[in-house]
């Protein structure tokens, strides 16, 4: 079945009204059965060694997917659980970076310790929200 095949013209049987419905729903009919004649041919008729080979290729391509799929639901669960280990220190620290339009390293270090987090990430995190961190701020400076 190559490019250089020829085509034959044939007769066939089929039911007139299935062939009406076929002829509403699919625009090419003969390249429609001839497509479904080599799938029958190359997967249907396949010989066991072929099949064989084919489920290992497959399972293969199965095993790299579920792979992909485990590291990408690997990814979504930490930047989840980051979220929720910043969601209460990031209470405060928004609070007081809305009003003094600032946050200390040493007021971050005082609240990574009361919330049990890392000082290290909670700084990383909060210099990703772009906001203005400085060595000391005053914890009793007035609010904006």
Same mark, same amino acid.
């Not at 000391?136 to 400076?141: G, K, Q, S, T, V």
């Given at each position: &079945?190559? *490019?250089?095949?020829?085509?034959?013209? !044939?007769?066939?049987?089929?039911? /007139?009204?299935?062939?009406?419905?076929?002829?509403?729903?699919?625009?090419?009919? /003969?390249?429609?059965?001839?497509?479904? #004649?080599?799938?029958? #041919?190359?997967? !249907?008729? &396949?010989?066991?060694?072929?099949?064989?080979?084919?489920?290992?290729?497959?399972? *293969?391509?199965?095993?790299?997917?579920?792979?992909?799929?485990?590291?990408?639901?690997?990814?979504?669960? /930490?930047?989840?659980?980051?979220?929720?280990?910043?969601?209460?220190?990031?209470?405060?620290?928004?609070?007081?970076?809305?009003?003094?339009?600032?946050?200390?390293?040493?007021?971050?270090?005082?609240?990574?310790?009361?919330?049990?987090?890392?000082?290290?990430?909670? #700084?990383?995190?909060?210099?990703?929200?772009?906001?203005?961190?400085?060595?000391?701020?005053?914890?009793?400076?007035?609010?904006?």
């Amino acid at each position: &079945m190559n *490019a250089e095949s020829t085509k034959k013209k !044939v007769s066939i049987s089929i039911d /007139s009204e299935v062939w009406e419905d076929a002829g509403k729903k699919i625009p090419n009919r /003969s390249e429609f059965i001839e497509k479904i #004649l080599k799938y029958y #041919l190359d997967n !249907v008729c &396949m010989d066991e060694q072929l099949i064989i080979k084919n489920i290992g290729k497959l399972n *293969a391509e199965l095993s790299v997917l579920e792979t992909r799929l485990l590291n990408i639901r690997k990814n979504r669960l /930490s930047k989840i659980d980051e979220k929720d280990i910043f969601e209460a220190p990031m209470v405060t620290i928004n609070r007081l970076h809305e009003g003094l339009g600032e946050i200390g390293k040493n007021q971050i270090e005082k609240f990574a310790k009361q919330y049990d987090v890392s000082y290290d990430e909670l #700084l990383e995190h909060i210099e990703s929200l772009d906001y203005n961190i400085v060595n000391y701020a005053e914890p009793n400076r007035n609010l904006k």
